[in-house]
């Protein structure tokens, strides 16, 4: 039974979707969770593409201990030096360097010949051997690269030190057969893969990610990428919780396994679906809300007289519980921070004190506090730092008879305050229209979500929104009883990264 090693790369990959802007704090918070889930490799970012990243990349290096963290460079010496001072506090580092090899590639983008590119990719893992025990080496596009030169770029890197090469399928285009093929003629072609890890890296642009992923296990591949919940460029990345309830179900089939904790699945994807505000459709294949619900009355006969019948997973297995009502507005410090603990968080005391004080205002408007409503509370209460804005009170008069009207408080980081009103089209739109004037940014709302975190009239309100300014796609998102209230906190957040993000440069996508 071979052990098929896990590459996260939802904080750097993932974070390439339209929209998703994860900071540091969260980034952390993602990457301690994915080190409990059990992944080998924590691509953590790009630390040359902006200081921002650098910044993240250095402090996920930090707090990680059993994982690897790993940051993306370009085979150019400035991006490989930024990554070395990104993970100098790194218990394990490794560098990934990349380079495209297909003829689009080498024509278009890089106006270089075959030798140079071959020539550059040896001379970028030489220079990264100097920083790194580890180096993995990608070869950008592989999947479209003619197979004798691929070979070749391979077995020369290879030969300059790099550990672990990569044959990523950058925009999706391969069918299972025909990537599993590849790894076939290299496996043939250079025998010295047998030396290192053989990763693979599949987008999802015609759905095969997951398969050709599992095609490339089949054909030898000893290493698999992906992101939770498959988020990432244009249609995603394979999704890793897939791939690992494939092996693990179908060992009998595929011989292999990974050494995932199965059951820290669901957390780790609702936590990665909350702080980037990409949500799980309800039919997502071992984390979606109906992969376990049976409404044909058939398979629910089934069900009941044998599970197996129609269910091939055990939601337990992937870590989904009933809530267990435990904590209520008597329930004191200690059994929160317990509670907290439990649900894999680790927080700072200030930041449990901040959550319980949240906590305490959630118990006056609700009686029965779940698993999920600490979850979505805590979430929210993750930003770090200064913010430039927060909102301090939302007032509404509405009537379908007269136009919405609403004025918004705001405190500015400097402590002072700013008060706007507005009118609008509806309720959000007056909000929104007086936040705008608050905080003087001009700004297109161009996704708005409401989620319900748990049942009942009382329940939380999730919102979710992602504004644009110029080339800059942020997300927020707000918590609240009052979905009015979560609406205009999702929107203030949003603003707040625009802000933050305002002069830095746009990472660059790759892969």
Request: proline share 2%; hydrophobic share 40%; charged share 25%.
């Amino acid at each position: 039974m071979r052990t098929i090693e896990i590459f996260d790369t939802t904080l750097r990959d993932g974070e390439q979707s339209p929209g998703v802007n994860i900071s540091t704090n969260e980034k952390v918070e993602i990457a301690l969770q994915l080190e409990k889930l059990g992944v080998t490799r924590i691509e953590a970012g790009f630390a040359a593409a902006s200081p921002g990243d650098q910044k993240s990349v250095a402090e996920v290096a930090k707090r990680v201990k059993n994982s690897t963290v790993v940051s993306l460079a370009r085979a150019v010496k400035d991006d490989m030096d930024k990554a070395y001072e990104a993970l100098r506090d790194a218990q394990n580092a490794s560098l990934h360097v990349f380079l495209a090899t297909s003829p689009i590639h080498r024509q278009y983008k890089l106006n270089m010949s075959k030798e140079q590119v071959l020539e550059r990719a040896v001379e970028a893992v030489t220079y990264a051997k100097k920083y790194f025990t580890e180096v993995q080496f990608s070869a950008e596009d592989a999947a479209r690269t003619e197979i004798d030169f691929l070979a070749q770029v391979v077995e020369a890197v290879i030969k300059a030190g790099a550990t672990t090469v990569n044959i990523p399928d950058t925009v999706g285009y391969m069918t299972p057969i025909q990537y599993g093929q590849i790894f076939s003629d290299l496996r043939r072609l250079v025998p010295a893969t047998e030396g290192i890890r053989l990763s693979c890296h599949c987008h999802d642009d015609l759905g095969m990610a997951v398969a050709n992923s599992l095609a490339a296990v089949e054909a030898g591949a000893t290493q698999v990428e992906g992101t939770i919940n498959g988020i990432g460029e244009r249609a995603g990345n394979a999704a890793l919780e897939e791939v690992a309830l494939a092996l693990e179900t179908r060992k009998d089939y595929y011989q292999a396994t990974t050494k995932l904790h199965l059951k820290e699945i669901a957390r780790t994807s609702q936590l990665v679906s909350r702080l980037t505000g990409m949500i799980v459709p309800g039919n997502k294949a071992v984390v979606g809300a109906n992969a376990f619900a049976h409404e044909s009355g058939i398979h629910q006969d089934g069900v009941l007289k044998e599970v197996t019948t129609y269910e091939i997973i055990r939601p337990e297995s992937v870590g989904f519980k009933s809530n267990k009502l435990v904590l209520g507005k008597h329930s004191g410090r200690h059994a929160f921070k317990e509670k907290l603990i439990e649900l894999g968080y680790h927080l700072e005391q200030e930041e449990v004190n901040t959550a319980f004080a949240a906590f305490k205002v959630l118990c006056d408007k609700k009686k029965e506090i779940s698993d999920d409503d600490i979850l979505a509370l805590v979430d929210t209460k993750m930003v770090k730092g200064q913010e430039a804005f927060q909102l301090e009170s939302v007032q509404l008069t509405y009537g379908n008879l007269s136009v919405p009207t609403a004025s918004v408080r705001l405190m500015c980081a400097d402590g002072s305050a700013v008060e706007e009103a507005a009118v609008g089209n509806g309720s959000v739109d007056s909000i929104y229209k007086a936040i705008d004037r608050a905080t003087g940014e001009d700004v297109t709302l161009v996704d708005y979500k409401i989620l319900s975190v748990t049942q009942g009239k009382d329940a939380l309100g999730e919102v979710f929104v992602r504004l644009q300014q110029g080339e800059l796609t942020v997300t927020g998102r707000g918590v609240s009883t009052d979905v009015l209230e979560a609406s205009a906190i999702a929107y203030v957040r949003a603003i707040n990264k625009i802000l933050e993000r305002r002069g830095e440069s746009v990472p660059v996508g790759v892969n």
